[in-house]
């Protein structure tokens, strides 16, 4: 399915022997080190199918070769045999926790090495000091799955196939965000591979400048190869969706913002709200999560959501982590973006939100669009009860302790079929997200906020940290990273070398 590519690969052969040299280079010297057991390279079967598992097709670029380390010590080994091999910054690679995000390159490479974490996804419980000591490359599901059977709960994402790693130190959101903090708040320690081949562990008593950068600074420092969640003691949670048509769009923005506002007088709940349009149904629908974190039904919190009639479909049940995230996977297999926006938690914002995604539909509809496709809005509280959290906890990098107002975080979900329609698709949510922002400074209820987890490529994540937090992530690059490696060798993610 990897059309689009096909040609870029077939180009990148014709720009002759010069590319295949450094790719025979840089995957020998890996080979050289002692991995060679380690390495797959195109037309292996391992190698289909870790390319295939990326999630959105727009992400399934075709790398040199692909290295599947097994442990920290083989992380270790990768990164010294690269940066060793490396002469004039051409030896680039790309490091891959999940391979959830959606845009091409982020982690994952076309001319260079992919270091690819998935076979690093254990989960174990260490019961002496409530931490979770989860390896990066695990998705969701196996960390629920581990934690469920033992009655141990732990913040993390929502949906089962996401990536540790990626979501844990880009911020993460989750259920237990009003009572915890964001994921990367419940984070205990990591251990890093630095540019060095170094393994160093950081936490709030060593290396205390990279725990608290790697808490939204992603891949800025070294390769995370284990993270130690903070873990509570764990219950049925009451959760699942309810549809409903398009017709109760004015309720639920009510419902939504009042949710949010009062989040902070009963911390256990977490509403979604999307407005869905898919060529399938040929009508927009709303898709409401809802979850509470501990066994209740229908809690007052719900009330106004419950009020709002005509549902369509009801799941809602008590039952585990396991069982909810599964039900919250989006369907792989499509070409994808998701491009973000923060706003102050006000109805006309939202309300400008939905309008705009039906226009966004209309537009694709008039463009006739080929193939299936998806024009999906979500909405999803950042209320300052969250930040409260993660001050408490001793504080991330996000810079949502600014601001003093309840946000809303909202997503533009956008997927297709066929890399010809790529430019269109990205080109008309850049355009909504471009007026939705434009509509909330008009009227005084912007937020410079970008979530990096949900951000485009050309966003800008890491600009609107505030220059406090982009100072000590600066340093922390310089004194982990001196040489620059995970910013000239590792080109994918947001880089804060090329923040001014
Ligand atoms: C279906 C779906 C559901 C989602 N649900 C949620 C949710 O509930 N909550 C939420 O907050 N977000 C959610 N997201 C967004 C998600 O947080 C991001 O897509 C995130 O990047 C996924 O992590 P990953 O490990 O899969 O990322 P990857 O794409 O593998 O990596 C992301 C970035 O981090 C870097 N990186 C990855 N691993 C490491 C490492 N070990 N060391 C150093 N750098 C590394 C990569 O190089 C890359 O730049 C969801 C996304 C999808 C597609
Ligand atoms: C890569 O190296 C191998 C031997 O290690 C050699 O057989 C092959 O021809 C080389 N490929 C290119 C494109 O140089
Ligand atoms: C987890 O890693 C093991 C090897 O350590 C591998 O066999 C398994 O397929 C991996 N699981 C997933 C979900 O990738
Ligand atoms: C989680 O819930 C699902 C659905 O009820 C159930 O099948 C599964 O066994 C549960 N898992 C654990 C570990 O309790
Ligand atoms: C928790 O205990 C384990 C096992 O002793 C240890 O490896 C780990 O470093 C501890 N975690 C923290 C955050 O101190
Ligand atoms: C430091 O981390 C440990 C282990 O996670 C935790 O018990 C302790 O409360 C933390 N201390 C501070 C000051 O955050
Ligand atoms: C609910 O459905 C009824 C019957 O179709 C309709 O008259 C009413 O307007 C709907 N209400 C909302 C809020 O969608
Ligand atoms: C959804 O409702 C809005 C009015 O709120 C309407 O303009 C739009 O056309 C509807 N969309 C679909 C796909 O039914
Ligand atoms: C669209 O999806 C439907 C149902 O999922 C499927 O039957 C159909 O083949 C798809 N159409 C295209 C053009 O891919």
Redesign the pocket.
């Known amino acids: 399915m990897r059309l689009g590519f096909s040609t870029a690969a077939l180009l990148s052969a014709a720009a002759g022997s010069l590319a295949s040299d450094l790719a025979n280079v840089t995957c020998g010297a890996l080979a050289d080190a002692g991995l060679a057991s380690r390495i797959t390279y195109p037309g292996s079967t391992i190698y289909e199918e870790r390319v295939d598992s990326y999630w959105s097709l727009t992400a399934q670029l075709t790398p040199w070769c692909i290295l599947q380390p097994?442990n920290a010590k083989e992380v270790s080994t990768a990164v010294k045999a690269l940066v060793k091999a490396n002469k004039k910054e051409e030896c680039l690679f790309a490091v891959r926790s999940g391979g959830h995000t959606t845009w091409p390159g982020a982690a994952n490479i076309e001319n260079g090495i992919t270091i690819d974490l998935?076979?690093m996804?254990s989960t174990t419980y260490i019961a002496s000091n409530n931490t979770a000591q989860v390896l990066p490359g695990s998705?969701w599901l196996?960390v629920y799955e581990t934690l469920d059977a033992l009655g141990i709960a732990a913040a993390g994402g929502r949906a089962a196939t996401v990536g540790v790693a990626g979501l844990a130190i880009g911020g993460g959101n989750s259920f237990y965000a009003a009572r915890k903090g964001l994921v990367c708040d419940n984070i205990a320690q990591y251990e890093v591979v630095l540019a060095s081949g170094e393994i160093i562990y950081a936490n709030n008593k060593t290396n205390t400048d990279l725990f608290r950068a790697l808490k939204g600074g992603t891949g800025n420092f070294g390769i995370v190869t284990r993270l130690d969640l903070e873990t509570f003691q764990g219950q049925d949670l009451w959760g699942g969706v309810v549809t409903y048509p398009n017709s109760t769009t004015d309720a639920q923005i009510e419902a939504f913002v009042n949710f949010g506002n009062n989040i902070v007088n009963d911390q256990y709940g977490s509403a979604i709200v999307i407005w869905q349009y898919t060529t399938q149904n040929a009508a927009t629908i709303l898709i409401n999560a809802y979850e509470y974190t501990k066994p209740q039904a229908w809690p007052p919190a719900f009330d106004e959501f419950k009020a709002i009639p005509n549902r369509t479909s009801d799941s809602m049940r008590f039952t585990n982590m396991t069982d909810l995230t599964i039900e919250l996977e989006q369907a792989a297999g499509y070409r994808d973006t998701f491009i973000t926006l923060t706003f102050v938690n006000d109805k006309r914002v939202v309300k400008k939100a939905v309008d705009l995604h039906n226009i966004v539909v209309e537009k694709v509809k008039a463009h006739k669009a080929t193939g299936n496709w998806t024009v999906q809005d979500m909405v999803q509280p950042i209320p300052t009860i969250f930040t409260k959290h993660s001050v408490e906890k001793g504080g991330n990098m996000l810079g949502l302790d600014r601001f003093d107002e309840n946000l809303v975080l909202f997503q533009t979900y956008l997927a297709w079929e066929g890399a010809e329609q790529d430019d269109f698709f990205q080109s008309t949510g850049d355009w909504y997200i471009a007026q939705l922002s434009a509509y909330a400074k008009s009227i005084g209820k912007d937020n410079p906020y970008i979530y990096l987890d949900y951000a485009y490529a050309t966003q800008k994540p890491l600009e609107n940290y505030g220059a406090v937090n982009i100072a000590k992530i600066k340093a922390a690059a310089k004194k982990y990273d001196p040489t620059g490696v995970f910013q000239k060798l590792v080109p994918g993610g947001f880089k804060i070398s090329k923040v001014q």
């Open positions: 097994h998935g076979l996804n998705r196996g």
